[in-house]
């Protein structure tokens, strides 16, 4: 599955996904390795319009659900902003890129910061 996207950054015939339409569109953020990819790669797919920003802050909150409090009950995650407000915001973000408007190489990617010290009035997980 991973190949198919990757032949779709770096170019091949093989791809499912050379063509985006609305229907192969929606595939490329099913696939269980799409939180694998660099920066560099996740941008060059939402360029390319392959993904959205907001299909993108969904799988990683699925992904946070999945691991973090289900199944490996990994417990890394405390707390996370509502899903209303970052689902908000990579709209904001999908429709400035519409436009042609990139804030910066990180535009419309969800990024996690572990803390790791303990922050006066923020739980955390250092000791």
Partial sequence: MLVAIKT???GGQHSPLQ?????SRSMAF???DLLRLSATELQHLLGKQV???VELVKECLAQIE???NQG???QAVISTAPSSLLLDAAAELDAE???GTLRGP???IPILIKVCRSIPALMHTSR
């Fill in 8 to 10: 779709l950054l770096f």
């Fill in 19 to 23: 063509t985006p339409t609305p229907h």
């Fill in 30 to 32: 099913h696939y269980k």
């Fill in 51 to 53: 993904l959205t920003s």
């Fill in 66 to 68: 999945r691991h973090n």
């Fill in 72 to 74: 490996l009950q990994l």
């Fill in 97 to 99: 890129r519409a436009k």
């Fill in 106 to 108: 990180f535009h419309g």
